[in-house]
Every structure is written in structure tokens, then in C-alpha cells.
């Protein structure tokens, strides 16, 4: 069945960086554009950042743009977001998503 489990997740301090990743199984992850998500305490999940089958596409959210970068490998089947000059606003649970399918996610605080 299809798995997505999302890791790199942490706390850091604002201006930071932290790289998540998200590990796939169970499709043909070559095959689908993957999202990521982020839902903060008492906030609905948002759509974060997206990349194409082949990584040439990329789409990201305003508060993101120009500060988070989303990669693939598709010969390991895993996503990436590099996520530099961090902000408070930044805390969340981010999720990797394909279809109607999600992860578990992975908590990140940005704070000093």
C-alpha cells in the first residue's frame, strides 16, 4: 500500500534551515506531482510547495517563495525541503502528500 514518511524535522532557531525528507513506497513515485503540506496548532493544512514528475515544475506558497526549495530523487523515491531563513510562522506539522494519500509528518519549531 502507499507510504509516505516524512523525517528531518526539529526545532531551530529563526534564520535557520532544516532539510525534511519524505520517503515513498507502495506507487510508481516517478509517476505523480508530490506536495508538501503544513498545518499549524489551531490552523487549517496548507499547501507549502509542489514538484512535478520529473522535478522540472515547482510551485510554492507566497510565505515560502525564495526561502524553501522542494527536490526529488526518483531513483530513491524520496522528496525534499530545504527550508532556509526560517521564521516563527514557519512552526508546524509539514506533511508529504500524493493523491489523497499522507504522511504522519514531522514537527517543526522555529523560536529563539
Known amino acids: 500500500q502507499v507510504q509516505l514518511v516524512e523525517s528531518g524535522g526539529g526545532s531551530v532557531q529563526p534564520g535557520g534551515s532544516l532539510r525534511l525528507s519524505c520517503a515513498a513506497s507502495?506507487?510508481?513515485?516517478?509517476?505523480?506531482?508530490i506536495n508538501w503540506y503544513r498545518q499549524a496548532p489551531g490552523q487549517e493544512r496548507e499547501p507549502v510547495a509542489s514538484?512535478?514528475?520529473?522535478?522540472?515544475?515547482?510551485n510554492y506558497a507566497d510565505s515560502v517563495r525564495g526561502r524553501f526549495t522542494v527536490s526529488r530523487d526518483n531513483a530513491k523515491n524520496t522528496m525534499y525541503l530545504q527550508m532556509n531563513s526560517m521564521k516563527p510562522e514557519d512552526t508546524a506539522v509539514y506533511y508529504c502528500?500524493?493523491?489523497?494519500?499522507r504522511g504522519q509528518g514531522t514537527q517543526v519549531t522555529v523560536s529563539s
Open positions: 514538484i512535478s514528475q520529473t522535478g522540472g515544475i515547482t
Open positions: 507502495g506507487f510508481d513515485f516517478s509517476n505523480y506531482a
Open positions: 502528500g500524493v493523491l489523497h494519500y
